[in-house]
């Protein structure tokens, strides 16, 4: 009976998540899962009758046995039903049942152990203690998980800021052929087409990250960005010098996120709007006197444009309060003045933004990248009389895999909107990922 309960219990945790196999409201399940649990405590109870009797193990033995099983059940007595992680600034993985839209799911077995490895119960605890571990006991320099940290600056890099990318000639052929099947794509549809690559923390600030790296690796940034924009002959707007003049007035980078800051993301949308300004005359910069520039040394770069203390200081395991101390710089934030003029639509789902503003000229614009375009968004909208923005990363229940399969995903959205313009707008690090932009499911 205690095998029965348990299994029904634990049944009940995994199967929470899958509308296929709910458990509370369905006797059906329940009695299947109950017969289970039935015939497994029949066959264990057999078992350990043969353990005993045949084998002559002694009893404490079987009773061993029994307690090492059961330990090995609890950590899947409870499953964490959150979709991030607070302590590591993730997503966690979802849960993908076998039956996926009348088809089997082939991954579901390293679907399901990316699912448990994610949520078993205390995990998120025990990274605390870890992370912690980590802070406390060392000097200078801590070096945890993605996350290289200052003790003394409080300046924070992620591992992927400071390691050499090593892009291949076939990664920039993929991305070559993929650019150019973009730029027929908007050639045929009568569409302007602008990219827009932002160069990663540690190029902008090198002597902050030179305690991690030889800085002369970073040179190897801008010519990967040249050859791509040789072999699909078009110009890629690349600001990491207009970035590293402009520290020398205020923070381009927070110290505490890997993203760049509303004054950094201002300075790349000048280089870009300016390139626009090139074909479209009626498209005019946005001037600082245009905004309300208060100061603050909490971070905003997020999809929900909340202030927070830093996603890369959440790796240090500390509590906020702790965090808040670390917290040593400013930085400038930039709200429209005229923003209540302004139609916002998001879809928090599907991660899509929509910007109406009928003081701008009459283009229609699609922007689309990663988290990089949430603070370019405070800029690039009020250009425009509409703005659509696609997000490729971070939306709920989207594998990695298919995160820049753009037109996979919104080729409807795109082609119903009719847009004037495109821009791409990606970080450095995350230009292996043009080559999908085509590509269906399963290629």
Known sequence: MVVIVMCTFIANNLFLLNPFFEIKN????????????????????????????????????????FIFFILLIIPISHTNQQNTCPVERRQLAFFYPVIIENKINLNFGKDFDNWISDRFLTRTRLIKCYKLFLYKFSYKYVIADKLLYNKETHWSFLKSQVKPYNMKTSHKSDINKALIKLLDY???????????????????????????????????????????????????????DKLKEASKNAYTFYKSEHHWSEYGAYIGYLELINEIKKDFPD??????????????NLTRSNWDRIF???????????????????????????????KDNVI????????????????????????TGRSMNENLLDFIPYNFRDLMYLRLNSQPGLKEEDEFKLFM???????????????????????????????????
């Open 26 to 65: 369905n006797r059906h399940v329940l009695i299947l899962v109950c017969s289970l649990a039935f015939v497994l405590t029949f066959f264990l109870a057999s078992f350990i009758k043969d353990y005993y009797e045949v084998k002559k193990k002694s009893f404490e033995d079987i009773i061993f046995l």
């Open 283 to 296: 498209v005019i910069p946005l001037n600082e006197s245009d905004y309300i520039i208060q100061k603050s």
């Open 344 to 367: 916002f639509l998001k879809d928090n789902q599907r991660l899509i933004k929509i910007y109406h503003y009928d003081k701008a000229p009459n283009i229609k614009v699609i922007l």
């Open 186 to 240: 908007c050639k045929e549809n009568n569409i302007k087409f602008y990219f827009m690559v932002v160069p990663r923390k540690s190029a902008v600030y090198p002597d902050e990250a030179s305690s991690y790296i030889n800085t002369k690796i970073l040179e190897v940034d801008t010519k990967d960005v040249q050859d791509i924009a040789n072999s699909a002959g078009i110009k890629i707007i690349y600001p990491k």
């Open 409 to 443: 995903r919104y080729k409807d959205e795109i082609e119903r909107f009719k847009p004037d313009i495109i821009i791409l707008c990606l970080n450095y690090r995350k230009l292996k990922g043009i080559a999908d932009l085509f590509s269906e499911d399963g290629n």
């Open 308 to 338: 927070n203390i830093g996603t890369n200081y959440y790796y240090l395991g500390l509590k906020d309060e702790e965090l808040k101390k670390l917290s040593d710089a400013e930085y400038e934030y930039y709200d429209f003045k005229d």
